[in-house]
Structure formats: C-alpha cells, structure tokens
C-alpha cells in the first residue's frame, strides 16, 4: 500500500513539475540571456561576489523541471513495477516524457508566432509601398518594423540591420524563416536582390497569396473544431446509452433464461 501512495505521489509531483516547468522554461531562458548579456555589457570583476564568473554565466544551475518530472514519473513506474521490467520501463518513461514535455510548445511563443504570421502579409504590403516610393530595401524594412510593432518587428528590424551591415541578403532574410509564410518572402527577396527584378510586385502578390492561405487555415480549423466537439458528446451519451437501454435488455433477457 506504502509502494502505490509513494508512486501516485511521485506521478502528482511529475505532473505538477511539468506543469511549472513548461510555463516557466522560456521566460527563464530569456532572463538567463539578459542576465550574461548585461554582465557582459557592464563587466564583472571576479570574485565580487556577484554569483557569476568573469564572463557572466552564472556558475549555479537552476533545476531543470522537466527533467525532474520526468525521472518522478520514471520513480514511480519503478514502483508499481517490480523487478527488471520495471527497471527498463521507468527508464524508457523517463526518456520519453523528457522528450515529449521538451516539445511542447509555450503559449507565449505560440501567440508571438500566430501574430508575426497575421502581421506578414500587412508587411509585405507596407514593403512594397515603400519601395515603389524609392526607398531602399534595407530602409524599407526598418521603416516598417517602427511603423509596424509587435513580435514580427523585432525580425525585420535584423533583416534591415543586417542588410545595412553589409551583409547578404540570403544571410539577412534568413531572420524571417521562424515567421510562418516568411520563407516565402525571403524567397521573393533574395531572388530579387540576385536577378535584379523589382521586388514590389512580388511582395504585393505574396500579401495576396498569405491572405487567402490565413482565410483557408481559418476555415479547415472551423471544420475541424466542429468535428473535435462531437468526441465529447460521444463519450457523454454512448455509456449514458448503454447503461439505460442496452443493460436492462440484457439483465432481462438474463432473467428469463436463467
């Protein structure tokens, strides 16, 4: 009995890890990177007791919370299980739900990304404007990144920067490929910066083309939302329906063979 409450408390404690460490994993990570990139910026004596070395990482390591789950869940198999099966399954659980849980996405990543793909095609448009007016390339996208805001700014905002660097266009429009349909673009951007060809056009045709993708995307999720709330009306009312109609038929039909 101890061996059960030991297991289904280390499986509440994995979820609850899981949990927290998902929702907390990102912003983490992004504080960790502020962190070394402002002791870089400053300078950090060593020995300052400050908690970080002369380069600014810090020297102790948060526990992962993942990871931690992962190897609860893995305690727990084990104890459920005796022996070498469980051995083997715990550490098979182990692996897989640290895979699994790594792959998750964050829903602040999830919205970042989902804004920066409905704010492409409003871009591209805007790119275009500019260009037909006789801006550059690079001060085209700058302008519209300050015009434009949101998380697909902080990715033309590299592109013109690096293009203002001297960089190549295959190199600074790589910035947009995280962005859904921004492959595309820079498709459309490096093939003009190579053959010469005006670039306006294309972006202008690739709005157009995003916005009836967005549109289709739309409307197969609408579809399929309405097929995904049939499932839960399904599980209420087939046990509801067997319970009520086939059982009594069935103790019935019992009753009188028997």
Not at 199 to 214: H, K, V
Request: aromatic content about 2%; proline content about 5%.
């Amino acid at each position: 009995m101890s061996g059960i409450t030991l297991a289904v408390g280390c499986l509440a404690g994995a979820a609850l890890l899981a949990t927290v460490a998902v929702n907390r994993r990102r912003p983490r990570r992004r504080l960790r990177r502020l962190t070394t990139h402002g002791s870089t910026t400053v300078g950090r004596v060593p020995g300052d007791g400050s908690g970080g070395d002369a380069s600014g990482t810090p020297t102790s390591r948060r526990v992962d919370g993942i990871r931690l789950a992962a190897a609860l869940a893995g305690v727990a198999v084990a104890v459920l299980v005796e022996g070498w099966p469980g051995m083997v399954s715990a550490l098979l659980i182990a692996v897989l739900l640290d895979r699994l849980l790594r792959r998750i996405e964050h829903p602040a990543d999830r919205n970042r990304r989902l804004r920066a793909a409905a704010d492409l095609p409003l871009a591209a448009d805007l790119m275009a404007a500019a260009l037909r007016a006789g801006a550059p390339v690079e001060r085209s996208v700058i302008a519209v990144a300050d015009a434009l805001g949101g998380p697909l700014a902080e990715q033309l905002r590299r592109v013109g920067r690096t293009l203002q660097l001297g960089g190549l266009p295959q190199e600074a429009w790589a910035h947009l490929s995280a962005v859904p349909g921004g492959q595309r673009v820079a498709t459309a951007a490096v093939r003009s910066a190579s053959s010469g060809s005006a670039l306006a056009g294309a972006l202008t045709r690739l709005a157009d083309d995003l916005r009836a993708d967005r549109v289709t995307t739309i409307e197969a999720a609408a579809r399929r939302s309405g097929v995904l709330i049939v499932l839960p009306l399904g599980l209420c009312f087939l046990p509801a329906f067997i319970l009520a109609g086939l059982v009594p038929v069935i103790v019935a039909v019992l009753g009188d063979v028997l």
